[in-house]
């Protein structure tokens, strides 16, 4: 398979926000990273509650990457119900404790009702 320039850019932007310097945060499964912004590494099954703002999310489809900025327009929880690591970049978003009614969640395998 000939990956188009789209997707070299896509797995690029994914393996950098890999590299980050992350630590440990005071939330289970949730590693951060601040730099120009704040970035955020989801362990597999876990979970991260949000206020509105800008996330950057790239997730590997069946056959292609696709990266997304999602607008959260109110306190959101991310939920990361896949077997690998989810990587975040956020912008004006802040990480709160409580988990939220409004929940996205991100599972393995292919849905008729995805997000994008």
Known sequence: MVEDKNQKEIIKLYNDLKLKPYKKSNLEGVDISYEDK?????HPKSLVNLTPGNIL???????????QILEILKDATLVNET????????????ID???????????????NNELF
């Open 83 to 94: 077997n690998q690591f989810m990587y975040l970049a956020i912008d004006e978003s802040l």
């Open 97 to 111: 404790k409580e988990e939220k009614q409004l929940k996205f969640t991100i599972k393995s395998g292919v849905s």
């Open 38 to 42: 704040k970035y955020l590494r989801i």
């Open 57 to 67: 999310i790239i997730l590997k489809k069946t056959k292609e990457w696709t990266a």
